[in-house]
């Protein structure tokens, strides 16, 4: 596929997630996007394999952190090591875009940026290109910024929502249209009357903008950081960017580009996008993303006896379910986890259980 | 402790048991014995080191099979190696107490034997001890076969029960009694009447005789066992043992010691015991020996939030259960089993199928 943007695309891919929902088999050196939930590939391979069509992988830039940058080498070996951004630290999705797009705009400052996380499941890698193809040609064509509105399919209370505004055109088959506001993680009822309302969208991190305009509304809604981004550069050019990097990195403002961009600006669009999509949340995100068997979902070596609805992981030993239901079973080779569907969400407080009882290296 | 009987007292101890109600953590060669369910030591260890106040080491002998004969040395360094007796393969009971006794009878033809389980619990050894050293002076001082009778604390169907009859004297403080018969495996009702009756107790597998006893009786009881030893022992005089066993032992009678010797003779009497007894039949049979805590019972690396009531063992990674109730997981480095405590028993089932996939490695 290619797309009538005429000034040169680049793909910026959000990959310093962390977090420990998936824990025992996310750690913190193997977060989330190098779990093996693409149909047996890492969710940061696939991301990466799904964008190559529209942005060649020499445009493809992943930002990542430190702790985890040998792993996203290894995880992408056909992506020119230069291309792989390591952060010191993490600060929050404005930082990481915006050292991107000032990095960007050193060598061509006319590039239109589209950006993706590293760790959700798209199914349909083609309609997703589609989006971000609109997405781009809207980003050049009419500036502003851009970012893509998902259909929601249930009224979820961990997500962002945004409001679909005035339409102002269609671009490869898909709705283009102003965003009126976002909201913020709504309660339950407020989600439930969004969703039903039609004209909301989940704001899904999947964005599309100039670089130029990226500066520009850095530089206005987020000065501090425009600031830190411009001693950072200019610091580099002369020593070199690691030491840059290390000195002026830790000291950008923490914040994500959401809140502090896309809900502050004043010219935002949304393309609204039909494809399936699922950001994997806790063990059972699986089973929207993975085929349901005769025990539920399970991934690895698997044996059940009448099992019934089931999550079942191994990324190591063999795990056998007999009888169970409703259960979440994770075993790896140092640690396995059996919590009851129902309370996945508690394996925070488990693991800040282990971190009290200095288990790091279980963490 | 000594005890009065005037010839010397040898122990046997049947450590040939193989299975798979144990599973991840037992295996074809770890069987239930050498499972650390006594304290942190195995069943085995802790059995023979019971023994040791009443019957030196030099004087315990311990039965096992080819497949574990290497496991059982190394899990008895203080037993010389001459010691460990090795059946080619397990022919039940009977002929192990055969083969023990044929041989014993060679090197000390006045030898009284008293003979226990390798994989039983007895937390108060010195009950045990005074129970044989009672059982002992019974069988040297009486004649016939002696056998323990323990206390039955619930309405097992599992277990083979004795009647108590005639009480015929006290001896280190137990009462000793004819048996009027034996009760194979009852029913449930069965079983309940004998609890409530109180002149019933479970037959563990614990006995003593003489030597020339057990030998007489065989020769009565089990014909075909007699000869084959008889053939054995003398083939073993010309042309070694190990040769000799591996011809002779495979053809020898498979039959318990209960059925084929115990419920036919005419003079059984019974050491009525009252010490805690286990067999630990089960995941769910840990709960009687191990202390609970808050989680219920568990063993090794185990962490856990809320979880109720569960048997929770690790023998490798660490088990984390989060709100789990009436569950048991067994973690090993190869294999994690998580099973309702309801149906624990269908561990062989998963066993089976585990053998049907030809996963043999696992068994």
Chains 1, 2 share one sequence.
């Not at 006319?110 to 959700?120: C, F, G, K, L, N």
Request: proline fraction near 6%; glycine fraction near 8%.
């Amino acid at each position: 596929m290619s797309t009538s943007t005429e000034a040169p695309l680049f793909a910026v891919v959000m990959a310093g997630g962390s977090g420990t929902r998936f824990w025992p088999l996310s750690r913190g050196r193997r977060p989330k996007q190098f779990l093996p939930f693409a149909g047996g590939r890492s969710l940061l391979a696939a991301t990466v394999e799904r964008l190559a069509p529209l942005v060649p992988v020499e445009r493809i830039q992943v930002v990542t952190v430190a702790p985890v940058a040998d792993a996203t080498r290894r995880e992408l070996p056909e992506l020119p090591a230069a291309n792989i951004l390591v952060e010191p630290e993490g600060r929050d999705t404005a930082a990481c875009l915006g050292w991107a797009g000032w990095r960007l705009a050193e060598v061509q400052p006319d590039a239109v940026m589209v950006v993706t996380p590293a760790d959700h499941v798209i199914p349909d890698g083609g309609a997703l290109r589609r989006a971000l193809a609109a997405a781009a040609e809207v980003a050049q064509k009419r500036g502003g910024l851009v970012t893509l509105g998902v259909r929601p399919t249930r009224p979820e209370t961990g997500f962002g929502y945004l409001e679909l505004g005035e339409k102002e055109e269609e671009r490869w088959g898909l709705a283009v249209h102003r965003v009126s506001r976002f909201v913020e993680k709504p309660d339950l009822e407020r989600a439930r009357s969004m969703v039903q309302a039609g004209n909301f969208r989940w704001n899904a991190g999947m964005f599309a903008w100039r670089v130029e305009v990226l500066q520009q509304a850095i530089r206005r809604y987020l000065p501090d950081l425009a600031a830190g981004l411009d001693r950072l550069m200019a610091d580099a050019r002369v020593e070199g960017e690691q030491p840059a990097l290390a000195r002026h990195y830790p000291t950008l403002p923490r914040t994500s580009i959401d809140f502090g961009l896309m809900e502050k600006a004043d010219e935002v669009r949304a393309v609204a996008t039909e494809f399936d999509w699922c950001d994997v949340g806790s063990w059972n995100g699986l089973a929207e993303i993975l085929p349901a068997g005769e025990a539920g979902v399970t991934l690895g070596e698997v044996i059940s006896l009448d099992a019934e609805n089931c999550v079942l992981v191994s990324d190591g030993p063999l795990v056998a379910a007999v009888g169970v239901r409703d259960l979440v079973v994770v075993a790896t080779n140092d640690a396995v986890l059996v919590v009851p569907r129902a309370q996945a969400q508690r394996i925070k407080e488990l693991v800040a259980k282990l971190q009290e009882a200095g288990r790091d290296s279980l963490l």
